[in-house]
């Protein structure tokens, strides 16, 4: 029997999606897919690790992403109101057609706005700044009744979306314990050995220069950029001089991006 159209709902690892649409591509000739999901499941994967020899996602690049025909992409709210669900976060509908092949998302990060390629070519002079310094992966370690501490998310199943922190995790705590009691309420003792990462700091002031840094649009745009998982972002991220309070105009220049290209980056992550 010939179905037209499946549908697909897929999984949250990112992998197993992969392998779940390879499957279908190779063995439903005659069907198109359709798969609504996060829009992180292919276009983060596309553009950050693209198709280097090294990343994991590379293997797809054949099997998968030449199929794909067109994307559309929604933001949280809208794709709630089409959906009637609260979903977590942007959502996007791929369009799949097994039997043919299409090149428009060899690079589909680049492509999804005729700014593309100049906001890619601006993270990019961000990044490799970044790399030649001290980044967060680095610092994380440090025993955590040292300083005040930020806490960042769970070492096994955390994610960066957009943001840094979020929540309880724009505060300063003094002890794993103080936040534990916050994040946990009567639930700290079935919680309190769940191993999470958090920064130290010398002073309260520099943590909240370090929470205050990430909530600035210039972080948020950089850190959405460069997220593939929870672990591997965490090399990505800076760990600058927090004695200081950075903001847009003080990042802009530090990482030598000027005004016309930070407005262009925030009008085309906002589009």
Known sequence: MDIDYIITNPPYNKTLYLDILEHLIRYNKSSEIVSVNPSQHLTDIVATSGYKKRSSFSKYKNGVYKHIKDAL?????EFDRRFSIDFGGNGAIYYIIPNETFDKYKYAFQEMNENG???HGVIQKILQKVIEEDSLLSHYFLPYEK????AVG???NGFIDGELLFKVHKCVYKSKEEF???YCGSDVDSKKDVPRKFINFSTQDEAQNFIDC???????????CVQIDYNTALRFIPLLDMSEKWTNERLCEYYNVSEEEFKLCLEWFKS
């Open 154 to 156: 769970k070492i096994n």
């Open 117 to 119: 390629y100049f906001v």
């Open 214 to 224: 990430f909530e600035t649009e210039f972080m948020k745009i950089y850190i959405r």
């Open 147 to 150: 300083g005040n501490l930020v």
């Open 73 to 77: 992409y929604f933001s949280k709210d």
């Open 180 to 182: 534990l009691e916050n």
